[in-house]
């Protein structure tokens, strides 16, 4: 695999198939000054008492009431503009605006709930049951889902969990034909990575390939109704042993048009995939035209468990992130990535690592 390094945004034209893009600006991580123009609102925090919103066309922040620091049970609507949360005081789901407000029970008996479609939630019991609800009724059409741990949005498709020998293996099942399975291959920690488009046209997941002295994580696709998946990345050739992202399952980063994948990757140095490890470097695939660009503005020592968390612009302008600069005299920065030029940009500093990293929630629209 060819890798081409540029100091400039590179034209789509000039670069062949499977090549690795190196998008490489000579300037360092910048701050923000007033000609930077993104907007929305972004999901943090900078304390571990609360969601904090930072207002990105403003550079304004402050603390939502009545809000606990969330992980990925904090879920973007389809239309950015809503993030459901779970209430601590009345141990129920909650959905509202970005800027805290409209705030509406969801329901008070769930493990998880996600957005099936604009229309209609994905409810997970905590008896790991499954049903598809209206947003404003409760009118409820349950799922057959004996382990399943991803559903398709818009969709009856799935992945399926499922023990064989002393591994797991991962499985595409059709919910309305549950005959109709794709074999998608070995489930293992840190190589298992998974996420379903927006659009629910695609499943994009990390395999390990390889053997046992030089496994590398590579990204496959496949779509619903398709007997065999992708490959989409050839990372073995261009890196040798690498990670895509970390142990976290759902944190492949969908652009939201449901055109191109934003993830870590993390060059392995030694026989342990955890301990010998080198810098995480962002990474995005373009389905669109099968390039793959690599951002080397920034980079990270810190992979395992997980490194940052990716969140799209609702534009598809940006990827925001928290992270650290080593020996800046700086705590936690909030970054935006330019991923048309590769410039880095702190918006803010002072996240708070409220689960052991200083992760972005979500980043969103304001009500209107």
Do not use: K
């Not at 008492?49 to 389809?78: G, I, Q």
């Not at 818009?154 to 099942?173: E, K």
């Not at 390990?208 to 109704?225: K, M, N, S």
């Amino acid at each position: 695999m060819m890798i081409i390094c540029l100091s400039a945004v590179a034209h789509a034209d000039t670069v062949m198939d499977g090549d690795i893009i190196r998008v490489c600006p000579p300037v360092g991580i910048q701050a923000r000054t007033a000609e930077f123009d993104a907007n929305g609102i972004i999901l943090t925090y900078f304390d571990s008492t609360a969601l904090w919103v930072y207002d990105v066309a403003t550079d304004r922040r402050y603390p939502l009431p009545d809000s606990n620091p969330c992980t990925t049970n904090c879920r973007l609507s389809p239309d950015a503009r809503w993030i459901t949360y779970f209430n601590d005081a009345t141990n129920a789901y909650n959905r509202m605006r970005l800027n805290g407000t409209e705030r509406t029970l969801i329901t008070a008996y769930a493990a998880d709930v996600e957005w099936w479609s604009d229309e209609m939630y994905l409810i997970w019991t905590p008896a790991r049951s499954a049903y598809l609800r209206p947003l404003d009724a409760d009118v409820r059409e349950y799922l057959t889902v004996p382990g399943v741990v991803s559903v398709q949005p818009g969709g009856r498709y799935a992945v399926l969990l499922q023990q064989d020998g002393d591994t797991f293996s991962r499985t595409l099942v059709n919910l309305a034909e549950p005959r109709e399975r794709v074999l998608l291959g070995e489930d293992r920690a840190y190589y298992n990575t998974q996420h379903w488009s927006p659009d629910g046209t695609w499943l994009a997941y990390v395999e390990p390939v390889g053997d046992d002295a030089r496994i590398t994580g590579e990204l496959f696709g496949i779509q619903p109704g398709m007997m065999e998946p992708v490959q989409w990345t050839n990372f073995a050739a261009a890196y040798g042993a690498a990670r895509i992202n970390g142990i976290a399952v759902g944190d492949l980063a969908w652009s939201p048009d449901s055109q191109r994948i934003a993830f870590w990757v993390t060059e392995v140095t030694g026989a342990d995939p955890l301990a010998n490890t080198g810098n995480a470097m962002i990474h995005v695939l373009d389905l669109s035209t099968n390039e793959i660009t690599a951002y080397c503005g920034y980079s990270t020592p810190d992979a395992t468990p997980n490194p940052p968390r990716l969140s799209w612009s609702p534009d598809g302008r940006y990827l925001g992130f928290g992270g650290d600069v080593r020996e800046d005299g700086r705590s936690y920065l909030l970054l935006a990535l330019e991923v048309e030029t590769g410039v880095y940009t702190a918006l803010s500093e002072g996240l708070f690592p409220a689960f052991g990293a200083p992760d972005v929630v979500a980043w969103g629209l304001p009500p209107g």
